[in-house]
């Protein structure tokens, strides 16, 4: 009988977060990112060294020790290239506790867009670069290949599974959403429609969600959450199925969910719990997809995230500003490439970054205060002019560049 076993996945992303770029510095300030005033709310330096005493590590050191105590745990992260360009830049230290972590075997990365892009539902070809991009990153960075693929904001359909097949990716990761699921488990290892070889592992979000949105929320009925308690919860959830797949931002752990919470001891107590009996165990990514065959096919036609509670993109274009904003952005894709000019496309790309569009929703409720949580401005209305601004003065640097080109 095969062991029960959890797929952890944590998902690592810093942007580059735009200033207050104002319509009087276009076409004559071309910084877009970096921020003078340290303790400004928009400054990258600045919010990197509160997340990484927050967050990345004590939970470097806190994977360290479990890793050292359980040759059973195991766990996938995803790192984006802003995260790792921001960490090099800032707090190396960090970055040199994820390699750490990646050298002891059981810490597997998971590829994805080296921005955090949604390139995918506008360029396939920006897309493929930079899924290239990253692959070659983490392997200069942590001397690994990746083998399994998760798109941004776990952004999935029938056709990007069908791409990361052919590309030659052995696993896939969705959020198991309920409409698509139907009378299914997330539990299990499926089939993308339409694929051949790649496996599909789809997330627990109710399992997963008690970590990182209720963990905290004393209103919530089960609060507060023990180990104890969420032990009996994996172990009913696992009852006859394959894997249950845990699916959350690495911040879950210090940012989202405070120390002063118990976040910490409480995971350190339950991976404890989990692993004190023999018949379970910890998977990465790529073993849950090897080691079983998939129970079924799942079809998702119609793009489904793991963002707010809908499960669709309106959280990055569901209004005329996100949707104006990333279609004014990607019809530079061509003459911004061909100009070579690698700080052009550099900028370019970094405005690609999702949470751009993010911090323009304009959603009500949960999920509106959601996304004001994590966005830097006063109201979506300022991170669209921001943007606009720089996008205005990004074409103004293409018309110069093109110019001084043709005098060539």
């Known amino acids: 009988?095969?062991?029960?076993?959890?797929?952890?996945?944590?998902?690592?992303?810093?942007?580059?977060?735009?200033?207050?770029?104002t319509v009087f510095d276009t076409s004559l300030n071309h910084n877009y990112f970096e921020e003078t005033d340290y303790f400004s709310q928009h400054n990258n330096e600045r919010i990197f060294h509160k997340v990484a005493d927050k967050s990345y590590r004590p939970m470097n050191a806190l994977l360290k020790?479990?890793?050292?105590?359980?040759?059973?745990?195991?766990?996938?992260?995803?790192?984006?290239?802003?995260?790792?360009e921001q960490a090099r830049a800032w707090a190396p230290d960090v970055l040199q506790d994820f390699k750490d972590l990646v050298d002891t075997g059981r810490v597997e990365i998971v590829a994805e867009t080296y921005y955090h892009s949604l390139a995918f539902f506008y360029s396939r070809e920006e897309f493929v670069n930079q899924v290239?991009?990253?692959?070659?990153?983490?392997?200069?960075?942590?001397?690994?290949?990746?083998?399994?693929?998760?798109?941004?904001?776990?952004?999935y359909n029938d056709s990007l599974a069908q791409w990361a097949d052919e590309y030659g990716f052995e696993g896939i990761l969705a959020e198991g959403w309920d409409p698509i699921l139907e009378w299914r488990s997330p539990n299990f290892v499926y089939r993308p429609e339409g694929t051949k070889n790649i496996k599909l592992l789809m997330k627990n979000y109710k399992l997963s969600d008690d970590l990182a949105f209720r963990f905290s929320n004393q209103a919530w009925e089960e609060w507060p959450?023990?180990?104890?308690?969420?032990?009996?919860?994996?172990?009913?959830?696992?009852?006859?199925?394959?894997?249950?797949?845990?699916?959350?931002?690495?911040?879950?752990?210090?940012e989202h969910q405070w120390e002063d919470t118990g976040i910490f001891e409480f995971f350190d107590e339950f991976v404890k719990r989990w692993l004190s009996s023999p018949d379970r165990t910890f998977y990465t990514a790529t073993e849950a997809v090897r080691n079983s065959e998939p129970v079924g096919t799942i079809s998702m036609p119609h793009t489904v995230t793991w963002a707010d509670s809908e499960r669709d993109l309106t959280a990055w274009l569901g209004n005329d500003m996100q949707q104006e904003a990333l279609r004014y952005l990607y019809?530079?894709?061509?003459?911004?490439?061909?100009?070579?000019?690698?700080?052009?496309?550099?900028?370019?790309?970094?405005?690609?970054?999702?949470?751009?569009?993010y911090y323009m929703c304009t959603k009500w409720f949960t999920d509106g205060d959601v996304h004001a949580y994590f966005s830097p401005y006063n109201s979506p209305y300022d991170a669209f002019l921001y943007f606009m601004n720089a996008l205005r003065d990004l074409r103004f640097r293409l018309a110069e560049v093109q110019a001084q080109q043709e005098e060539k």
């Open 1 to 21: 009988m095969s062991k029960q076993a959890i797929t952890l996945y944590m998902h690592v992303h810093q942007p580059f977060r735009i200033r207050e770029y």
């Open 65 to 84: 020790k479990l890793l050292d105590e359980h040759p059973e745990f195991k766990v996938s992260l995803s790192i984006t290239g802003t995260f790792i």
């Open 132 to 155: 290239e991009a990253h692959k070659q990153l983490i392997r200069d960075t942590f001397g690994v290949e990746t083998r399994v693929f998760r798109n941004t904001e776990l952004s």
């Open 225 to 254: 959450l023990t180990a104890d308690k969420y032990e009996s919860w994996t172990t009913s959830a696992m009852e006859g199925q394959s894997t249950l797949n845990l699916f959350m931002d690495y911040e879950t752990f210090g």
């Open 331 to 357: 019809e530079l894709e061509t003459p911004v490439l061909e100009t070579g000019d690698i700080e052009l496309i550099g900028d370019w790309r970094k405005l690609q970054t999702s949470d751009h569009s």
